[in-house]
């Protein structure tokens, strides 16, 4: 079958069809956002080269929305996988106990994951606003409402996701472990961390991943809840992207620029996050 | 683990019933304040809608009639229901080829797509929905193929993967009854696939459906879809922030997904979790 296989007509009538739809939508723009990122252009038709003068205005540009978007989006990562997880966990550690209804909790707490990020976003902001009516303000009133509003958020959609993952982790651990330590004298603590958490390390560096690559790379939610307000404060990387290509004329270089910087970042915290957590892993 | 208390499991089951009210809470706000006037929405959005504050069903009216609810629907279904259908087709031939044949070209283009999985969309948006205009792809139809292009990555990546788990001896005995690699695909190795292609098909449904930024910038003014039109009524596409016309797409565009996942809840739940690969 292989050598058949390899003749041209087979490769492409089973490759080529997705071939194609891959170098035009994907492959073709990549290269091209890479050297766009050291070009000066409104289409990419008219590119003139500029060499690194883009990556430099990321960083001197004086509104200093590059870095500010950076360190709104790093510390919004931080605290949704921190607290993401821990829900997610306590949640699977609950519907782990064999109660009545498990099933229907399950369905309940994984719903919003469905849901879309412009329609999540808008929901949130309806009930935002309305806690806040009682203290006379919204929640473009501070940028605090708004981290704060999108980290609720993030909770809301992903606990659930993450809890199904868990739960599939916390099955596999053997019962015959558990009762061991038990046996041993050790507190319901003690099992939770020395026995029941080596054993599901390997959900937590999925869920970790899954978390921290959602958190870091969050648009819909954003452009939806808060878009930015107030000013700039509370645009996420993502969004600030999107804006420096549509919402300033000029700075489309600039855009690709940062654009190439996000991707960077993205690859790197997933290949260092995976490492670090691996080794942590109980070697089976 | 049947070792917990009566007491304790009372405590416990209410604890959940008190989270599960939670998770519930914020839809039946949306669903309270879509029969309710502007004005009773921002200033009372948590309570019930009573005799005074409820409009009936004239926010519903407004999204149906102003918003143009159907047609928004109508092409986000045929986005979704077109794309999907590709990406099964398409990426699944490609993975079991990439999948079978040994060579450079092969295995580079596996890589490839499989890298495309972590590069961020905003790496690629801008020159991406430039070349759709330069290609013609910038209409309802072309958005299919630049779909099937970002959906490759991973459908290609959970096929092969599972590709390689079936047997070679199935489609050499297949080659051997006289099947060609077009019989061998669609007779004995789809059928087979069958598993993988649902967990495809859902992860690829619920990204494209709820997909917002893609169609923005490849189809421009029209052919709005659900997302965008939601994201219009806000923007005053339609003619000033109607809160109450917000509140009802916002109610009708998640009735179909609820409905859809309390009947395939299996599937999908088994769908998203296959699919935790992609960062």
Known sequence: MQKTLKKARWFTIFVVPTLLAFLASFLAPFLMGIYLSFCKFTTVTNARWVGVDNYLRVFTDPGGDFVRALSFTALFTVVSVVTVNLFAFALALLLTRGLRGTNLFRTVFFMPNLIGGIVLGYIWQIIINGVLLGFGVDITFDAKYGFWGLVVLMNWQLIGYMMIIYVAGLQNVPPELIEAAEIDGASGWQTLIHVTLPNVMPSVTICTFLTLTNSFKLFDQNLALTGGAPGKQTAMLALDIYNTFYKRTGWEGVGQAKAVLFFLMVGAIAFIQLRLTRSKEVEN | ?279
């Open chain 2, 1 to 279: 683990m049947e070792r917990d208390t009566k007491g304790l499991r009372v405590l416990l089951t209410v604890l959940l019933l008190a989270i599960a009210a939670l998770f519930i809470a914020p839809v039946v706000i949306v669903v309270m304040n879509s029969f309710k006037g502007n004005l009773h929405i921002s200033s009372a959005p948590f309570a019930w809608p009573t005799a005074e504050s409820s409009v009936g069903l004239t926010n519903y009216l407004t999204g149906f009639v102003k918003i143009g609810f159907l047609r928004a629907f109508g092409w986000s279904l045929f986005i979704t229901v077109c794309s999907v259908a590709l990406i099964l087709l398409f990426s699944g031939m490609a993975a079991w080829y990439l999948a079978r044949v040994k060579t450079w070209y092969a295995s580079l283009l596996y890589y490839l797509f499989v890298f495309s999985m972590i590069v961020p969309f905003q790496m690629v948006m801008f020159p991406m929905s430039k070349l759709a205009n330069l290609l013609s792809l910038s209409n309802p139809l072309g958005i299919l193929f630049i779909y099937l292009g970002f959906g490759a990555g991973l459908s290609i990546f959970l096929f092969t993967g599972f590709v390689k788990s079936i047997p070679l001896e199935i489609e050499e005995a297949a080659t051997i009854d006289g099947c060609g690699p077009w019989q061998t695909y669609f007779l004995i190795v789809l059928p087979i696939l069958k598993p993988t292609s649902i967990t495809v098909a859902i992860l690829n449904a619920m990204w494209v459906w709820n997909d917002y930024l893609l169609p923005t910038l490849v189809l421009g003014g029209g052919y709005m879809t659900l997302p965008r039109a939601i994201q219009g009524v806000l923007t005053g596409s339609y003619g000033g922030r109607d809160m109450g016309a917000l509140m009802a797409m916002l109610v009708l565009s998640i009735l179909p997904i609820i409905a859809f996942y309390l009947v395939c809840q299996k599937y999908i739940i088994r769908g998203v979790v296959a699919g935790a690969v992609k960062g």
